[in-house]
């Protein structure tokens, strides 16, 4: 079982970057796909960004493609989601997301599909 903790967020102004960071417990942690979601005040949780269990498959949101980038380092148990050139829709509570994977090079788009979550970060991003 994986516990997740993500760190990171905080109050940016608009164009500013954010570098969120999830660090999970356990010795599993390069069989899990990981996943980043947001879920802004009224608005259902979204996906944000996956990456296989390997990091060597990612796979973003519209949204965000071009401007976050998912990397994992598995010998630090940590996932990290660099955001640059953040907006205000950016706005939302960050939560990362585990699920046990077979397949190296698979990732994962819907919340459903996750076993583990963390509490969630906050992200503000004022104009």
């Known amino acids: 079982q994986a516990q997740l903790v993500e760190s990171g967020g905080g109050l940016v102004q608009a164009g500013d970057s954010l570098r969120l960071s999830c660090a999970a417990s356990g010795r599993t942690f390069s069989r899990y796909a990981m996943g980043w979601f947001r879920q802004a005040p009224g608005k259902e949780r979204e996906f944000v960004a996956a990456i296989s269990r390997s990091g060597g498959s990612t796979y973003y949101a519209g949204t965000v493609k071009g401007r976050f980038t998912f990397s994992r380092d598995n010998a630090k148990n940590t996932v990290y989601l660099q955001m640059n050139s953040l907006e205000p829709e950016d706005t939302a509570v960050y939560y990362c997301?585990?699920?046990?994977?077979?397949?190296?090079?698979?990732?994962?788009?819907?919340?459903?599909?996750?076993?583990?979550w963390g509490q969630g970060t906050q992200v503000t991003v004022s104009s």
């Open positions: 997301a585990a699920k046990p994977s077979s397949g190296s090079h698979s990732y994962y788009s819907t919340s459903s599909s996750y076993d583990y």
